[in-house]
């Protein structure tokens, strides 16, 4: 199953390609962007790392990276993608969300809006029956938008890492939404007047 187009009110959400190259070099070459992920990266580090976004989909059918677009621009990228360390439980029926946005389209609501239509997407088409989401501790923003679109705080956990962040003595946080949950609020929502 290859990767589909998905749409919200606002944004459509394609499969990340070749094109939207320069987008993740203008992300991730912003400080605060990166203020919790680790240091601004240079082109050269983005392409390396736009290889592996792209390889992301062959991983698992139907998963992978999205860019997402506004009115034809570019405001960011999600993703849904199998789990990566053995902590992270098995890759069958499960997937990782994420999301990074330029700073300029921050506190709109895509984050959310997004996240939720690959939510949506992940239980509805591509049968997952887990998607979870990691950040730091003390990455309060992602943390909010984590829990507006549903998911639960599971744990907090510790990684080793050879240059730590300001904040990554505090650890890592891992939310997660299954599916029977997910069913469970939609019915409750669509149940109030």
């Known amino acids: 199953m290859p990767q589909a187009t998905l749409h919200t009110a606002r944004i459509r959400l394609v499969p990340l390609a070749d094109e939207h190259l320069d987008h993740e070099v203008e992300l991730d070459a912003d400080p605060e962007v990166m203020r919790y992920l680790g240091p601004p990266r240079t082109r050269a580090e983005v392409e390396v790392l736009h290889g592996r976004r792209l390889a992301a989909a062959r991983r698992v059918p139907g998963l992978g990276f999205w860019a997402g677009l506004v009115d034809g621009d570019f405001v960011g990228w999600w993703i849904l993608e199998p789990p990566e360390r053995a902590d992270q439980g098995p890759v069958a029926g499960q997937a990782e969300l994420g999301y990074r946005l ?92």
């Open 102 to 193: 330029l700073r300029r389209y921050w506190r709109r609501g895509l984050a959310s809006e997004g996240a939720r239509e690959l939510i949506r997407h992940g239980f509805e088409e591509l049968g997952l029956t887990r998607i979870f989401a990691e950040t730091m501790t003390v990455n309060e923003g992602s943390r909010a938008t984590m829990a507006s679109v549903g998911l639960r705080y599971v744990r907090t956990f510790h990684l080793d890492f050879d240059d730590p962040l300001p904040g990554t003595e505090h650890g890592e946080v891992e939310y997660a939404l299954t599916r029977d949950e997910w069913l469970t609020a939609r019915s409750t929502e669509a149940a109030r007047p």
